[in-house]
């Protein structure tokens, strides 16, 4: 079947030639003579034959007197505008299937925040450093798997100026052990008393750390 669709449309393409040619022809033709005329007439029978046998032929294709068409294409080709089929790229996805191919959204976990205690402050003050705001989250990768992200910013109050600062966020499971940490990383190592600086920290999820529900910040520093 596929194979006589083809050859229909390459007998058109060659009768519609055909057609605008004698078309052409019987247009720039002077009938001078009797003979001349009888020739003429003659030539216009086979002309219009052509163009009969070429809506045959548009028929058969099942094109209609409007232009548009009501060829189909089996599963994995689409229609061109030449009246062919020709199949998609192997990495091209039909407008049927795409949407059920997408990957599904996922939600973000953010983990909740526990007091930080004195033992977690270089001098044992939870009021040296102030944390307006911290967020510990739990990403996903999709295939690759998820990863906790950090973001913060600090502020220096400990009453006199800091360097080197450790900044981490402690994971704590459901039963209240330690399962891992996110390594905060300061804009700023060097603050001055009553400085701020944003801070960031990425984790990747592995057997243990996967079990994370809570995070406590602690902080480590050198007096400058």
């Known amino acids: 079947m596929q194979r006589n669709f083809y050859e ?12 605008e040619y004698c078309m052409n022809k019987k247009s720039n033709a002077r ?25 045959v032929i548009k028929m058969a294709m099942g094109q209609t007197t409007s232009g548009t068409t009501n060829l189909a294409c089996p599963n994995g080709y689409y ?23 997408q990957p599904s959204a996922t939600m973000d976990i953010v ?11 270089s001098d044992g003050n939870v009021s040296s450093i102030q ?3 911290v967020e510990v989250k739990k990403v996903s990768l999709g295939s690759s798997g998820n990863q906790y992200l950090m973001q913060g910013t600090l502020r ?3 009453g006199h100026d800091i360097a080197w600062l450790d900044i981490n966020a402690m994971l704590i499971d459901s039963d209240g052990h330690y399962v891992g940490m996110v390594w905060g990383i300061p804009s700023i190592e060097h603050l001055s008393q009553g400085q701020s600086t944003s801070f960031s920290g990425i ?18 520093w050198e007096t400058a």
């Open 8 to 19: 229909v449309s390459a007998t058109l393409v060659k009768n519609l030639f055909t057609l």
């Open 31 to 55: 009938v001078k003579t009797t003979t001349r005329t009888k020739k003429m007439t003659a030539f216009g029978l086979v002309c219009i034959t052509l163009s009969v046998m070429s809506g």
């Open 79 to 101: 229609l061109a505008s030449n009246y062919l089929c020709y199949q998609y790229p192997s990495n091209q996805l039909s407008a049927s299937n795409y949407n059920t191919q």
């Open 111 to 121: 983990l909740t925040r526990y007091a930080s205690t004195p033992d977690g402050f």
């Open 131 to 133: 944390v307006p705001f």
């Open 156 to 158: 220096n109050t400990s």
């Open 203 to 220: 984790l990747n999820e592995d057997s243990q750390n996967a079990r994370a529900k809570a995070y406590k910040m602690t902080f480590g």
